[in-house]
């Protein structure tokens, strides 16, 4: 469901010629508030680290990496992301 939801989004901005963009600001934020670090996300819960530098860059990520960061962080999606137009 969420790669429906990503792609319409997409589709939208594409067409409509505006810049539209997920941003990943609200789980850095989030991650603060959990005190989990990007090293225990990596070594303890096998998070990819190349997963975490396109987060950093706002670059598409799986919809299975959210999944699984909301089960580790005990967060909903808008924890974790954000679409900004």
Sequence with gaps: MANS???RLW???KYKE???MISYEPFWNTLKLKN???YQLIHKYNISAGQLSRMRSN????T???NALCEIL???V???LIYKK
């Design 5 to 7: 939801i990503i792609a």
């Design 11 to 13: 589709l939208s901005c």
């Design 18 to 20: 505006r810049t539209c």
């Design 36 to 38: 989990i670090s990007q």
């Design 59 to 62: 670059s598409n990520i799986s």
């Design 64 to 66: 299975h990496t959210i």
């Design 74 to 76: 005990d967060c909903k």
């Design 78 to 80: 808008q924890d974790i």
